[in-house]
Structure formats: structure tokens, C-alpha cells
T-cell receptor, first 113, second 113 residues
Framework: NAGVTQTPKFRVLKTGQSMTLLCAQD?????MYWYRQDPGMGLRLIHY???????AKGEVPDGYNVSRLKKQNFLLGLESAAPSQTSVYFC????????????FGPGTRLLVL | GENVEQHPSTLSVQEGDSAVIKCTYS??????FPWYKQELGKGPQLIID?????GEKKDQRIAVTLNKTAKHFSLHITETQPEDSAVYFC????????????FGTGTRLTVIP
């Protein structure tokens, strides 16, 4: 039982390049989330999903797209990376039961030059 | 939307002393308040949570208190140990629908041996 895994762990991009971050969970959770973490700003929600085939915008969705084609996977895409997207990205998942504990992956560190 | 403020941003204590971290929230509809611990290079991990119908919850050396009227909640760590050194985040949620969490900006706790 690996919990939540993220791929890749670290990536360097040039401005304008695109990439996809992959999140996978093996806990059969309905809900999945993508956050970014920046110094002094805590974790901010980018996009989330309440089930396979559904996605919704969070607090800071601009410049990102997501897809949830399979229940266990949640993909975060950057179509044209900008230096402002340099951050650490965390994926999380939770069940529909209370309490709504979110389980986090180990993070992806992204540097955009 | 919900706004969670967290203080202090950094905290240093001697081993064996107590540490207190405080958070306030703005949305009176929030009813679930988890605390996460993030060790260096890892994702956040839930350490304790409290529901709005409970005023205090304790788990060994960790306790959380909630004052719904004042809209603030606190984390108390007693008999601190070096392994308690980490970044701690508070969060608030309405715990329905997508269970979206709104995080504070974090407190870096350093326990000095």
C-alpha cells in the first residue's frame, strides 16, 4: 500500500515548455487535490476532483489544467510554464467519509527558468 | 472564501518545554480543523484534528483547543522533543462536498536539545 505517489520528484523547465505531473493513489479515494506550496504562503489549492471524470478550480487555477480519467490518477498540466510557477507541488486524496482526512504525496519540486 | 491566519511563523523552544501555535479562521460555517506536520522534503501528514462540536482533543503530548465563538483554535505540544522540529500547518474546512481545506501559512518549530 503505497498511499499517494507523485512523478517526477524534481524537474527543471524553461519558460514556455509544457509538462505533466502525475499523481496516483491506491486507497480507492473519491477526492483528489493539487496544491502548490510557496515560502510564507502555506498550501494553496490549484484544482480538485470529486470523482472520475470531474474536475473543478481551486484558489489558484490560472496556468494549470487537470484531468481525472481514472479514479486512481490525477494529472496536473502546465501548457506554457512561467517562472511564477516555480514551486513545490503536492497531490492529496481523501475519502467521502468524515473526517475528511487528506493524505499527501511526497511532492514534486519544479523550477522554471 | 475562508481565510486562515497562523501565528507565529517561527518558534524555538528548549527540549522539554511546551509549544503553542495559534490559528484564526473567518468563515463561521467551517466545522473541521486539522493540523498537519511537514518534515523536511516530505508531504504534510495529519497529526490531530478537531470537529466544531468539540472544545478540546488530546493525543498523548499533542492537544488542540477550539473556541468557536472567537473563531480560533490552537495546537499545544508538551514535553517537546527534537523530533517535533518541523513545519506545522493548521487548516479549516466545511467538511462537506469536496472537503476543501484552507491552510494557514505554517509555523516552523525548532526544538533545541
Amino acid at each position: 500500500n503505497a498511499g499517494v505517489t507523485q512523478t517526477p520528484k524534481f524537474r527543471v523547465l524553461k519558460t514556455g515548455q509544457s509538462m505533466t505531473l502525475l499523481c496516483a493513489q491506491d486507497m480507492n479515494h473519491e477526492y483528489m487535490y493539487w496544491y502548490r506550496q510557496d515560502p510564507g504562503m502555506g498550501l494553496r489549492l490549484i484544482h480538485y476532483s470529486v470523482g472520475e471524470g470531474t474536475t473543478a478550480k481551486g484558489e489558484v487555477p490560472d496556468g494549470y489544467n487537470v484531468s481525472r480519467l481514472k479514479k486512481q490518477n490525477f494529472l496536473l498540466g502546465l501548457e506554457s510554464a512561467a517562472p511564477s510557477q516555480t514551486s513545490v507541488y503536492f497531490c492529496a486524496s481523501s475519502s467521502t467519509r468524515f473526517p475528511p482526512t487528506q493524505y499527501f504525496g511526497p511532492g514534486t519540486r519544479l523550477l522554471v527558468l | 472564501g475562508e481565510n486562515v491566519e497562523q501565528h507565529p511563523s517561527t518558534l524555538s523552544v528548549q527540549e522539554g518545554d511546551s509549544a503553542v501555535i495559534k490559528c484564526t479562521y473567518s468563515d463561521s460555517a467551517s466545522n473541521y480543523f486539522p493540523w498537519y506536520k511537514q518534515e523536511l522534503g516530505k508531504g504534510p501528514q495529519l497529526i490531530i484534528d478537531i470537529r466544531s462540536n468539540v472544545g478540546e482533543k488530546k493525543d498523548q503530548r499533542i492537544a488542540v483547543t477550539l473556541n468557536k465563538t472567537a473563531k480560533h483554535f490552537s495546537l499545544h505540544i508538551t514535553e517537546t522533543q527534537p523530533e517535533d522540529s518541523a513545519v506545522y500547518f493548521c487548516a479549516a474546512s466545511k467538511a462537506w462536498g469536496a472537503n476543501n481545506l484552507f491552510f494557514g501559512t505554517g509555523t516552523r518549530l525548532t526544538v533545541i536539545p
